[in-house]
């Protein structure tokens, strides 16, 4: 599935079960949410602390959740997410071309 096609994707569900997108700022809290759960997991996961029994341990499921509201906000804002990241790729490029091949702390 490409980018563009996800995009509609998200349209045609919220469009077809979700009645109407929510406000860009209720979704972007959403979007805190859902970050809030993906750290969550990361840190069972990778760091320190322990799943409490019956918790989600799904990262593929709290990462997706992520992507879902962040494509419903691009959409709402009229972002083509392609295009976006085609030019945030770029960008990254020229700036950072040498930057962290040249970064001695990435060796140790």
Known sequence: MTISEMQN?????????GVRYFSPLTNMAILT????ELARIMA??????SFKEG?????EDEIA??????????????????KAF???LQKKINRDKERHINNTKLYE
């Open 65 to 82: 959740d992520v992507l879902w509201v962040l494509t419903a906000i691009a959409n709402q804002c009229n972002v083509d997410m392609e």
């Open 86 to 88: 085609e030019q945030n």
């Open 55 to 59: 918790e989600n341990q799904s990262l």
């Open 33 to 36: 949410e859902e970050v809030g």
């Open 44 to 49: 069972r996961k990778f760091g320190d602390q």
């Open 9 to 17: 994707k998200v349209d045609d569900w919220i469009k077809e079960y």
